[in-house]
């Protein structure tokens, strides 16, 4: 709990500076209205030091809904009314979003997004990551892991009601531990848990005003010694205790992430997105205490109060029920589904936030700039508070809470809004939408559901989560139990029964009645409860084969023989976030780490060690066995039969089906139930079978894992392996009951008799591979077939192997065979949409692929199956597919392009500044650095990336002109050719890397040095022109003009900007020809690309060499005269008419004087000749070089 002293020591203690010493205290004649100040101290003395809001709802019916507080030279406002807060926090959010500084919050605790303004990188990288991970996909990711936590909830009040107070505090840290960390917390004592509410009560004393100096007031006293300062001793044991308790479970989260072994857990997503997010290691961890802090006490606060709602009005918890026995009944609990159909469940959890809200002056907010409101002005630097409520409520006895108090006010105790505000009527949401007064016309403007959430742009990004997990809990604990007031005298929800003070209203504890409702809903709850730690997805991860990843590639990525680190797209379908990485997602952990724990022996340890060996060597023989399974059924094609055989070695057909059956029992709830219930200490029985025989704890983990050996030595080729170990090994007691384990296990958790191999070939490849969710039984859509899959395997792209509980028959008809026949079908698209569709409907939470093209394809099966109600997170799959399969191609050709490999420098180059330095038509460019690590030297580069464009036939052709550009570029290699050191990579679009050159384009150094030899430049120009016709294929630049040459350190010109460059394949003997869209420069541009462009017959524009030569010749009147070409012209479409016309771009200039007298004449006479009106009569880039160095050596 946020302790309300803070508030109150900002407010007593704020900062004096650049200030008049006589006008401290006084109020500006511009402020809003508010009590009388006194010298120096303002209306410090009036402030109240406890629950403010009682005084604060007596100044507002004297000086209105808004009104303002001196405190020394600082202000504070108050706002009493939903409307001001519209007004002033939401409309004007972006000057009204700062937080007010306060020392001793940011020396315990450090910074953190909550205590930073909005325009600093902690915020903005914070709120960024919380609203990437806070959304109702992200949180439907973790669904069966809160799943679990709510359950065990309600079976730890049904074990120890009188211990409901701790169970709740539990619950709701685990809930936020589960989320952020990926880590449960079963139990309060002794975890995470309890530290985390030791150090609140730690903080708490930090914040208390008593417990230190005035620190802000007098900053000074930041500098005072240790030994004299007993609160700086405070906060360091607080930070040290906060700290010890985030830095565990960060440390937990970052080796989960280095294994490969993290879940999905919002740190764990957020160390992969580091870059991305602009965070560092100390802000991820910041940022994950904040939500730590933020959801966990919250939610205990109000749930607190739910709960002391439920006891003080017995009657509203009664109509509560029924409303929920008629919708849900009594044979299952409630669901999210079922919380639209409660309307009074919903408007009791509305009254109990208007009621009793957990922040009633909500965070205080600080104004970045003057604020306009109603002709005053709040000052920048002002501090924001909001009045929420005066919580004045009857306690049961009808006494009042607070002698002081007679009347209601605040947001939520208006009379004005509200009728009886101090009475509990959950009734007043049902009707109007905000409980307000229906006898009189109320003008609800401002009311918001998330208004006890925050305003503005301080409103909490997990407002979602929070809802979702108060409406569970609510229905849950309505549903299973009946609360009634005790002896103890506890439980009231008189303002006193509140800890005090704090800014979070967090009741005392408390005890009170609680009593199931029936035998019937106690055993429901113990099911789910069994059923839903069974399930957890955090405890159990699923087993993927590593090999998988081989096959898949071998397959799909074709230019994998080329590429060393593949490309592969990752689609998070919870964040609908698509992204690319070169990492094949790997296992590794390994297949049996929930069996190893610290209680266990050395023996077991030691079979333990036996088993993982033996499965290694199974799952060797199955991959060699399956590339066997692959050598030997033909590819498809439109002619081959619908049904076929293949016939395979036997012990290869045993290996698979072993290998197969195993991972069939590994990914499925059994193993979590033998893992977690049989192999842990405190276990419950499985039922009334073998697996309830009561076994000491390290004797069952030795009996269950000598029966997976078994199981596994049952397999050719696995048996050599193990016999020697098995007989050195000493036999395990209870042999009897370890026989008739090992039987039950046979029936159990293999069913080996129950399952037939079975093979089907796609007609369409699977271009997609998932690590999660992929194995388990599939049989929903197909309940009424006996011989449903058990499970799925995709081995290739185009091949599948099954597993089948119900065989055609069996594999055993002739066990002395040495060859056995498997019979394959060929699957038809629509098998495979069944396929996906099946597939897709275990939700799982990342798609592998390939190509995004592909992609969109394969999950077609949303369309005509439905069978997904979310099936609208594939649907925008599909658009991003669609958005990003240009800068796949992009990508794709940049890495591959005639056998031309492009460096990939995304790793090694860092943009430099904000903003980018230079603006083309279609592009933006950087500076940045690049750690040269072939040369061990650090060079400043530029960057050049393609603007972002929302329309997207623009965009697409935009990233084509890219792509080209970059294929073309990569490519040449001249003394005049700008190099192209490699591509950068970022989210949208792809960058490219050359040298910086600090001489700038050839005009600005001819301006900046008048004499150099400007015909040697253009010699050097037509060099490197004429390299780009001889090249093989030919390339034409297309956008020739002074703006694309630039001067490097050495004084030598530099061709640049091919963004109209066309790679011109050899179509005849005598002409390259190019075709393109012509967007290059008008006053450059060659006659014949003006005419196809006025003739506008369809035809697009020719590019040809000879239209580079005439552009070339336009650069040099440019470099000569200082003058663009047709300097005349003061617009494009005087230009385009001056072409069409055969105007020369040198009209009005006759002369050049910055050519020897000699070589004048010569130069013109060039000029002309590449000017022609007829594109075959004008020279060639050789002769024009050649001619230009005859002419500067003259």
Not at 930 to 959: G, I, P
Request: glycine share 6%; hydrophobic share 40%.
């Amino acid at each position: 709990m946020v302790n309300w002293y803070y508030l109150s020591s900002f407010v007593l203690s704020a900062v004096i500076l650049h200030t008049k010493p006589w006008r401290l205290g006084r109020r500006e004649k511009n402020l809003p209205p508010g009590p009388p100040t006194q010298f120096f101290i303002g209306n410090a003395a009036q402030y109240p030091k406890v629950f403010p809001y009682f005084k604060f709802v007596e100044w507002a019916k004297t000086y209105g809904d808004v009104f303002s507080l001196k405190i020394l030279n600082n202000t504070i406002i108050v706002i009493n009314s939903a409307a001001a807060v519209k007004e002033i926090l939401d409309k004007q959010g972006v000057l009204t979003g700062n937080r007010p500084e306060f020392h001793m919050l940011v020396r315990a605790d450090g910074p953190t997004m909550p205590n930073q303004n909005m325009d600093t990188h902690v915020w903005k990288s914070g709120r960024k990551a919380a609203r990437a991970f806070l959304t109702s996909n992200g949180l439907k990711a973790h669904w069966p892991t809160q799943q679990a936590e709510f359950a065990q909830f309600l079976v730890d009040i049904l074990d120890k009601p009188e211990d409901l107070f701790t169970h709740l505090k539990r619950t709701m840290v685990s809930t936020v531990t589960t989320l952020v960390y990926g880590k449960r917390l079963p139990q309060y004592k002794g975890t995470e848990a309890e530290t985390y509410f030791k150090g609140v009560k730690l903080l708490n004393e930090v914040m208390d005003p008593t417990a230190h100096p005035p620190i802000d007031l007098f900053p000074a006293l930041k500098y005072v010694p240790a030994r004299w300062a007993s609160w700086k001793g405070l906060c360091a044991r607080a930070k040290a205790l906060r700290d010890g308790l985030y830095t565990g479970l960060f440390t937990e989260v970052e080796q989960k992430v280095a294994s490969g072994t993290d879940v999905g857990s919002y740190l764990g997503n957020i160390l992969l997105n580091l870059d991305e997010l602009e965070m560092n290691m100390d802000e991820a961890k910041a940022m994950a205490k904040v939500l730590m802090d933020a959801g966990a006490e919250t939610s205990t606060s109000y749930l607190q109060s739910f709960v002391l709602a439920l006891i003080n009005f017995p009657e509203c918890q009664k109509r509560a029920q029924k409303e929920l026995d008629a919708v849900v009944g009594t044979d299952r609990l409630p669901t999210f589904e079922d919380f639209p159909n409660l309307p009074y469940v919903n408007a009791f959890i509305k009254e109990v936030h208007r009621f009793r809200p957990v922040v009633p002056l909500g965070l205080p907010h600080s104004a970045a700039q003057d604020v306009k409101y109603k002709g005053y002005i709040i000052p920048a630097g002002s501090t924001i508070l909001t009045n929420l409520c005066k919580p004045n409520l009857l306690n049961p006895g009808n006494s009042f809470a607070h002698p002081e108090d007679h009347s209601a006010g605040g947001i939520y105790h208006d009379p004005r809004f509200f009728t009886d505000p101090e009475e509990f009527m959950p009734e007043r949401f049902l009707q109007s939408e905000f409980g307000t007064r229906t006898d009189i016309k109320v003008d609800t403007e401002g009311f918001r559901e998330n208004l006890p959430f925050g305003s503005g742009r301080r409103i909490c990004p997990g407002a979602e989560m929070a809802s979702k997990t108060i409406a569970i809990n609510a229905m849950n604990l309505l549903w299973a139990f009946s609360f009634s007031q005790d002896a103890s005298g506890t439980g009231g929800m008189a303002i006193d029964a509140y800890q005090k003070p704090g800014v979070e209203l967090a009741a005392h504890p408390f005890s009170c009645g609680v009593v199931v409702r029936d035998e019937k809903r106690a055993a429901l709850m113990r099911d789910w409860h069994a059923d839903a730690s069974r399930m957890n997805a955090l405890e159990i991860p699923h087993y993927f084969p590593t090999f998988l990843w081989k096959f898949w590639l071998a397959d799909i990525c074709h230019v994998s023989h080329v590429l060393r680190d593949p490309r592969i797209h990752a689609y998070d379908v919870y964040e609908n976030e698509l992204t690319e990485t070169r990492t094949m997602p790997a296992c590794a952990r390994s297949a049996f780490e929930d069996f190893r724990d610290d209680s266990m022996t050395n023996e077991c340890a030691t079979v333990l060690a036996e088993v993982e060996s033996a499965f290694v060597r199974l799952e060797s023989l199955a991959e060699q066995a399956l590339l066997e399974l692959m050598r030997s059924i033909p590819s498809p094609t439109s002619d081959s039969p619908r049904r076929a055989q293949v016939v395979l070695d036997r012990h290869h057909v045993d290996q698979i089906r072993t290998y197969l059956v195993f991972l069939r029992f590994r990914n499925s709830p059994k193993y979590a139930e033998i893992a977690t219930t049989m192999c842990r200490p405190k276990s419950h029985s499985l039922g009334n079978s073998i697996f309830s025989r009561p076994f000491f704890l390290q004797v069952r983990q030795r009996v269950i894992l000598e029966g997976m050996l078994q199981f596994f030595k049952s397999c050719p080729g696995v048996s050599a392996c193990t016999e020697q170990t098995e007989a050195r090994r000493r036999p395990t007691v209870f042999n009897d009951e370890r026989d008739d384990f090992h039987r039950a296990m046979q029936n159990y958790c293999w069913k080996f008799s129950e399952a037939e191999v079975c093979i089907g070939l796609a007609s369409e490849k699977q271009e997609y591979m998932m690590t999660d969710k992929c194995y388990g039984t599939l049989h929903e859509g197909f309940v009424d077939d006996e011989a449903s899959t058990d499970l799925f395997f995709s081995i290739f792209p185009t091949l599948a192997v099954y597993i089948l509980a119900g065989p055609d028959h069996d594999l055993d008809d002739n066990p002395t065979a040495n060859k056995v026949a498997i019979d394959y079908g060929l699957e038809t698209p629509s098998d495979i949409h069944l396929r996906n569709a099946m597939l897709l409907q275990t939700y799982p939470q990342r798609l592998y692929f390939c190509t995004l093209l592909s992609v969109t394809q394969s999950i077609s099966s949303y369309d005509e199956f439905r069978w997904i109600p979310e099936h609208q997170d594939y649907s925008r799959l599909k658009q991003r597919c669609r958005q990003k399969h240009t800068i796949e191609g992009v990508k794709k050709t940049l890495l591959v392009k005639g056998r031309v490999v492009i460096t990939d420098l995304t790793d090694e180059v860092v943009k430099s500044g904000r903003e980018p330095l230079y603006h083309g038509s279609f592009s933006d460019v950087w500076k940045g650095t690049w750690d040269d690590t072939a040369s061990e030297q650090r060079r400043v580069v530029a960057l050049k990336f393609l603007r972002q464009v929302m329309v997207q036939n623009v965009r697409e052709k935009l990233l084509k002109r890219l792509q080209d550009e970059v294929v073309a570029w990569y490519r040449l290699d001249h003394a005049n050719i700008l190099p192209l050191f490699g591509i950068v990579q970022s989210p949208n679009t792809v960058g490219m890397v050359s040298p910086w050159c600090e001489n700038g384009t050839m005009a600005h150094y001819i301006r900046r040095n008048p004499n150099v030899d400007r015909l040697n430049l253009l010699a050097q120009v037509a060099s490197g022109v004429a390299y780009l016709h001889s090249f093989s294929p030919a390339v034409i630049h297309g956008d020739l003009k002074g703006g694309n040459i630039l001067i490097g350190d050495d004084g030598q010109p530099l061709i640049t900007d091919f963004g109209l460059s066309k790679v011109v394949e050899d179509l005849s003997d005598s002409l390259h020809l190019g075709t393109s869209f012509f967007a290059g420069s008008t006053r450059w541009m060659a006659p014949e690309l003006v005419f196809t462009l006025v003739e506008d017959d369809g035809r697009p524009p020719v590019v040809t060499t000879q239209s580079d030569v005439y552009s070339f010749a336009s650069v040099c009147f440019e470099v000569m005269a200082g003058k663009l070409p047709f300097c005349h012209r003061s617009n494009d479409h005087a230009v385009l008419v001056d072409i069409l016309r055969g105007v020369p771009p040198s009209l009005g200039i006759s002369t050049f004087s910055s050519v020897k007298p000699a070589a004048e004449p010569g130069l013109w006479s060039l000029l002309n000749r590449c000017w022609d009106q007829d594109p075959s009569r004008r020279p060639s880039m050789h002769e024009a070089a050649s001619t230009l160095r005859t002419l500067d050596n003259l």
